[in-house]
C-alpha cells in the first residue's frame, strides 16, 4: 500500500467528453427552454391559477420547438440515433417536457 494504489483515481464511471456538435445542441437546447421558461412566467404571474398558466404556455411551446426539431433533422438528412447529440434528440426531450407538462397540468386542474 506505499506506492499510492490505494487511493489511485480512475475514470471508469466518468462519462467520455462531449463533441462540439454535442455541446452545441445541448447549448442550444438549453437556450430554448430558457425562453420557453421565460415567457410562461411572465405569462403566470399575473393568473389567478399560475401554475395551470404556467403549463398552459410551456406544453404548446415546447411541442412546437419539437416539431421543428423534427423538420430541421429530417431536411438536414440527420440519422436518429448516431454517436453525437442532434436535433433528433433535441425533439424527443422537447416532446418529453410537453408531454410531462400535460400531465402535470391535469394533476393540477383535478
Not at 483515481?9 to 456538435?21: E, H, S, V
Not at 418529453?96 to 402535470?104: C, E, Q, R, T
Request: glycine letters at 10%.
Amino acid at each position: 500500500m506505499s506506492d499510492g494504489q490505494m487511493f489511485q483515481c480512475t475514470n471508469r464511471f466518468r462519462p467520455p467528453p462531449l463533441d462540439q456538435t454535442s455541446r452545441r445542441t445541448l447549448g442550444y437546447f438549453a437556450s430554448k427552454l430558457g425562453v420557453i421558461f421565460a415567457f410562461a412566467t411572465i405569462g403566470a404571474i399575473f393568473d389567478n391559477h399560475p401554475m395551470l398558466r404556467f403549463c398552459s404556455v410551456v406544453q404548446p411551446l415546447a411541442f412546437l420547438i419539437g416539431i421543428t426539431a423534427i423538420a430541421g433533422a429530417y431536411l438536414s438528412g440527420e440519422a436518429p440515433r448516431g454517436q453525437m447529440l442532434n436535433q433528433w434528440d433535441k425533439a424527443f426531450a422537447f416532446a418529453a417536457i410537453g408531454l410531462a407538462v400535460k400531465i402535470g397540468a391535469r394533476f393540477l386542474s383535478s
